[in-house]
């Protein structure tokens, strides 16, 4: 029999994909990490309380296959039904979920760009056809965003790496008209004015997805969550994975939603902070996007100041994320971190561009 | 614009699909549950200890993307390099991966009949060609398992839901004259004589699972793992989600693995108390497939009393699997409890045999 190369078990796609590379995960804690849009603050004491009390013998069980007590919990803080929620290994695997559910080979994929690179690697697995459409200079969706014959369509709002919103309005106009599913990717929503919760009821084809990674400080549990009318969430669920959400992570987020008063606490601090943080970047002299996330972007003079800033910063022990991709390549993604990691920013950010201005003259 | 109904949102192959049914996992704790193949002693009070130690503030942080402790692990106990290593949410969440990484739309897949019903629903989730070859009556393995362009084939050793074993050179055989893939799913190798990860070395196409849900006690934690070689994982790890594994799951599993001596006393325990079950089965009169597994496997007179018997064994409070498909229609699969639970169900089951018996007369 002939001998295959190895490399053709996979599909061509999967082959001359590179995959999504995720932000530096330093695992020695040495550095103040404002590259992945982690919350500086603790999860609730209730978290903790509530996941020390579930470590014991029934470890040995399979969780609950239908998340049960989060779908209520969930329904309960947001005013939905637990039939319109659906539970994730974070909202990755939400997303994953949603493009084995409604694309197949060759059917289109739109997102605007830049936005959250994993729409493009799960195109790519899935062999579907991407519509890319260009975000208007100011953020703004251009009207190119309605796609004939889309399957789906994946909006981040607020966005990332901009920060920026897209008005709920705009959201809703863009729902009634599109071909196919929307899919309103919130991991930012707590950080901002507003958000697309109360289009479900109106819109059948739309999707909003949540985490608990960022506003309730649980990255390290992934824990997302879909909310969208019955007969989607019901599709959906013949694809996930049985038991997709482990005990452990079920039970922190009861106890995370729970606790309103720790996550408004750390979300109005955050916000805060974010204000502070803009003004003295734009005293500094970097333009920044208007954020409604618990991050924000800024631009520098040019690519070359970007990646000495990003290089610069890292050598300080300061992590922020360089994205280095066209129309990003003068741009920095700066997490909210505490008031004294912000504050070791800003003055490391002055000497740097001192530094600079000295290499320059 | 014309309405579509909600529906058809959904892919032709998902819509037309029920999904997979886990066993039943009734949350009251009220049942001896003898139906879904967990462990009835509890993990390694390492497992306990590591998990306190782990809830803290870095919940807020994300995992380590590529697991490295946790592979690292691996290879140490199971004597391979971490390269060769890759963790999952459960070892569905790699059968996922798999199927996502091999099997485009028509390609072949391939299992023998009756084994775990996942296979078919990945199948039919990525609308692939079905080849589904029945096993022998005593559970071997006929030629047909070769099937020409096979993208996937999966072979669950030992099976479930029979419990029987293919011998490991008898896949080495398939593995070298198969096209495509080959999966080796060791779900239950730990309850075995004998397992296939020496063939790793010498098959490029081959994958073999392993979970700690059954013989580390950890089904409530979601963690598993795929041995192959290098050029496999890596291309695997370009479709796996980032942060597919939570940072506790990572820890429960290095601190399991590490207690080597728990594992081989509860694996030893289940395994004897196997051998107790399989001769009074015997004795009622049921056949019992030969396991080398934590369940047994049992026919029955017919699919009448085998019914008769899941029910009654229910309204006892005690649980068994009845899968009630063609060819399983007269068996029931058996999960191994502790020794009190199995008494329980021996004289349950004896005292049915006898209501039977005079509800015949």
Same mark, same amino acid.
């Given at each position: 029999m ?18 999504y590379?995720?932000?530096e995960?330093?695992?020695?804690g +040495?550095?103040i990490?404002?590259?992945t ?11 903790i309380a ?6 014991d013998?029934r470890?040995?069980?399979?969780? %609950?296959? *239908?998340?049960t ?8 803080v #947001? ?13 990755d ?7 084995r559910? #409604? *694309? ?5 994929v739109v997102?605007?760009?830049?936005t959250?690179?994993l729409?493009?690697?799960l ?10 459409? =260009? ?5 703004s ?12 369509t994946?909006?981040?709002n607020p966005?990332?790496?901009?920060g920026?919103?897209?008005p ?9 008209? @599109? ?5 309103v990717?919130?991991?930012?929503? =707590? ?7 109360? +289009? ?5 084809n ?5 985490? !608990? ?5 649980l ?6 969550f ?5 007969? !989607? @969430? ?6 996930? %994975?049985?038991y997709n *959400? ?6 922190s987020?009861?106890?995370a939603?729970?606790?309103q008063?720790t996550?408004?606490?750390? *979300? ?15 005293? +500094? ?7 409604q996330?618990n ?6 003079k ?5 990646g ?10 300061i992590?922020?994320r360089y994205?280095? &991709?066209?129309?990003?390549d003068?741009c920095?993604r ?11 920013l ?5 000497d740097? &561009?001192?530094? !600079? ?5």
């Amino acid at each position: 029999m002939e001998i295959k190369k190895q490399s053709s078990y996979f599909r061509k796609n999967v082959d001359k994909m590179t995959g999504y590379i995720p932000g530096e995960q330093p695992q020695d804690g +040495l550095y103040i990490k404002l590259n992945t849009n982690e919350n500086p603050y603790a999860p609730s004491p209730k978290v903790i309380a509530a996941l020390k009390g579930e470590i014991d013998e029934r470890l040995r069980l399979y969780p %609950d296959p *239908v998340s049960t007590s989060t779908r209520k919990k969930v329904a309960e803080v #947001f005013g939905t039904k637990p039939e319109r929620v659906m539970v994730g290994n974070g909202s990755d695997d939400l997303l994953t979920i949603i493009i084995r559910s #409604f *694309v197949s080979k060759d059917d289109k994929v739109v997102y605007p760009y830049p936005t959250y690179l994993l729409y493009k690697t799960l195109a790519e697995i899935q062999n579907a056809k991407e519509c890319i459409i =260009d975000f208007c200079e100011d953020y703004s969706l251009p009207d190119e965003i309605l796609v004939k014959g889309a399957a789906v369509t994946f909006i981040c709002n607020p966005n990332s790496p901009s920060g920026t919103m897209i008005p709920v309005e705009k959201i809703s106009e863009i729902a009634g008209k @599109i071909d196919g599913i929307i899919v309103v990717d919130e991991a930012y929503a =707590d950080f901002a004015d507003d958000n697309c919760l109360r +289009l479900v009821d109106k819109h059948p084809n739309l999707i909003v997805l949540r985490t !608990l990674s960022k506003s309730y400080s649980l990255a390290g549990m992934r824990l997302g969550f879909a909310v969208a009318q019955k007969e !989607l @969430i019901n599709g959906m669920m013949k694809v996930k %994975d049985s038991y997709n *959400v482990d005990r452990l992570s079920a039970a922190s987020a009861v106890a995370a939603l729970d606790d309103q008063e720790t996550f408004r606490q750390n *979300v109005s601090r955050i916000t805060k902070t974010r204000e502070r943080l803009t003004s003295s970047l734009t005293e +500094l002299g970097f333009f920044v996007y208007p954020s409604q996330t618990n991050f924000v972007m800024i631009k520098c003079k040019d690519s070359y100041e970007t990646g000495e800033i990003y290089r610069k910063l890292k050598e300080r022990k300061i992590l922020v994320r360089y994205i280095g &991709q066209p129309r990003l390549d003068d741009c920095l993604r700066i997490t909210i971190g505490t008031d004294k990691e912000i504050d070791t920013l800003l003055k490391e950010l002055a000497d740097i &561009q001192l530094v !600079l201005l000295n290499q320059n003259s």
